[in-house]
């Protein structure tokens, strides 16, 4: 789905820190909103969680800087870094062209995805939560 | 700070194409189409920037250029008519009230441009040092709108809808011009590094802003064939800087003196007096302690304003600007570092969040004179 102009995707969990979060059978692919990307402009630099380190939700998982301003990006659930994409070094501007496919950020081997995910929106319920941002 | 923010002529024309902020008590753009592209349109072709958010004051009388001469730093006697010059006011302890640029319309008549975020203070101390001195202040911020059109292409641009000839009019000289039928000033200045020149389109009220949107659009017009870009204050701040230029606020500010931050070729210590002056007489016989250096970062990481330098295991001084330079696409800042770390060279670290990056003490500007820049060798 769409609002002001922002891509939404069905089937992804969202925070109100503008990530998403896509729940697979054996681990959590998460990364930054259209929203995010759109807000940020010229995203020029990332900084990725390490591999192997232990992230838990609403905390820093990483850094995200436009050519103007550093932003943090934080975990949308709790979990251990299985996998980053390392792309995203070489080419941040794929978090811009790109957020919800190659611009992904990492996989997460959930420690209490249960739990976490009644924290998070679907599509609807942030799609509303954008409505009221952007009022 | 003013309430609610006001809107500049062109306020209309920077909702609808782009990202509006609030800066110094203006609706100003910050981008249309992002900073990278605009700044490089600058470096390689052409840009317009609106600057009408700065201040604008008339000084004029007999003794405008000992009054002059009195507040400033630089020599105002040696500015001839329709010259300009970059200058500094300071107060008494040689902290830099102000930088601008000071413009000679006549004998007795100067325009001084100033930041925008020092407006109201700018202006009050103007007034207050008057009343020893046979000399009128006319405050024309909301009666001249300006604008910047800056990089190699700003002649050819200009030119194409100007009544004289622009190759005349070297850099840091002025004059008067129809522009697109409007009476325009226009000064070879700019905060870019590049050529370029500044417009002040006279007589256009900011409730009347039609003269002022038609000189923008007929520049517009002019500098398609040139790839003009309009150009917000996300790529005025890149371009400054990569010109190692100061931002007041930033880099500079009433506890920092103009031989700190490496503005000494703006202070002219054999003059007569001025305010600031025993105090600067005094550091440059000391020698000053602490300068403004610029940094080229060596790895990864874009160092911020307030991030703290330091060498080996000592935090020596702070980060006042940085960015991701559009053109050397590696981190740049300007920092404060005690003499002693300010030479050409000298390898230091910049702490980005939990990360020491390495950076090394560079002259400024930060690219390649030879190749961008206002003394490029034309390609």
């Given at each position: 789905m769409k609002t002001h102009d922002y891509e939404i995707p069905e089937g992804l969990c969202y925070s109100k820190e503008h990530e998403w979060a896509l729940v697979k059978r054996d681990h959590v692919i998460v990364g930054i909103t259209d929203y995010a990307q759109k807000a940020l402009h010229e995203i020029v630099y990332v900084e990725l969680p390490s591999l192997g380190s232990e992230i838990k939700q609403m905390k820093t998982m990483g850094t995200v800087e436009s050519v103007k301003a550093v932003s943090e990006i934080f975990a949308p659930v709790s979990g251990k870094v299985v996998e980053i994409n390392k792309n995203l070094v070489e080419n941040p501007e794929l978090l811009n062209n790109h957020p919800y496919t190659d611009g992904w950020i990492a996989k997460v081997k959930p420690t209490s995805l249960d739990s976490e995910l009644k924290g998070l929106m679907n599509a609807q319920k942030y799609a509303e939560y954008i409505d009221k941002l952007e009022e | 700070m003013r309430n609610p923010p006001q809107k500049t002529h062109l306020y209309k024309f920077h909702a609808q194409r782009g990202r509006i902020e609030v800066f110094a008590g203006f609706e100003m753009p910050m981008w249309y189409k992002g900073i990278i592209p605009e700044h490089l349109a600058v470096r390689n072709g052409v840009g317009i920037f609106d600057v009408t958010h700065m201040g604008r004051t008339l000084i004029s009388g007999p003794e405008a250029e000992t009054f002059l001469n009195y507040i400033t730093t630089n020599d105002v006697s040696t500015l001839t008519p329709l010259s300009a010059h970059y200058s500094t006011m300071c107060n008494?302890?040689?902290?830099?009230?102000?930088?601008?640029?000071?413009?000679?319309?006549?004998?007795?008549?100067?325009?001084?441009?100033?930041?925008?975020?020092?407006?109201?203070?700018d202006y009050n101390w103007m007034v207050n040092q008057l009343p020893r001195f046979n000399v009128d202040i006319k405050n024309v911020s909301d009666n001249v709108a300006m604008f910047a059109v800056q990089g190699p292409k700003a002649e050819q641009t200009l030119q194409k809808i100007s009544s004289k000839d622009l190759s005349k009019i070297e850099r840091f000289k002025c004059g008067w011009t129809e522009l697109a039928g409007a009476t325009t000033f226009i000064a070879r200045t700019g905060y870019t590094g590049e050529d370029g020149f500044e417009v002040f389109v006279w007589d256009t009220s900011l409730t009347s802003p039609e003269k002022a949107v038609?000189?923008?659009n007929k520049v517009l017009e002019a500098g398609k064939e040139f790839g003009i870009e309009p150009c917000g204050l996300g790529a005025r701040d890149t371009?400054?800087?990569?010109?190692?230029?100061?931002?007041?606020?930033?880099?500079?500010?009433e506890d920092v003196t103009p031989l700190e931050a490496g503005l000494g070729f703006v202070v002219k210590l054999q003059k007569g007096d001025f305010i600031g002056k025993n105090s600067l007489v005094k550091q440059k016989t000391e020698g000053v302690k602490r300068k403004r250096v610029g940094i080229c970062m060596l790895e990864k990481g874009i160092p911020r304003p307030h991030y703290e330098v330091w060498k080996g295991k000592e935090k020596i001084g702070i980060v006042?600007?940085?960015?991701?330079?559009?053109?050397?696409?590696?981190?740049i800042a300007m920092a404060r570092v005690p003499t002693e770390y300010s030479t050409e060279g000298e390898e230091v670290t910049v702490k980005i969040r939990d990360t020491f990056a390495k950076g090394k003490i560079v002259k400024f500007p930060f690219y390649d004179p030879t190749k961008y820049g206002y003394q490029r060798k034309t390609s």
């Open positions: - | 008494p302890q040689g902290g830099i009230k102000d930088d601008f640029v000071l413009s000679r319309l006549e004998k007795e008549k100067f325009l001084i441009v100033y930041n925008a975020s020092n407006r109201e203070k038609d000189v923008w371009l400054r800087l990569e010109a190692g230029m100061c931002l007041y606020g930033n880099d500079i500010d006042t600007s940085g960015t991701l330079s559009p053109v050397l696409k590696c981190g």
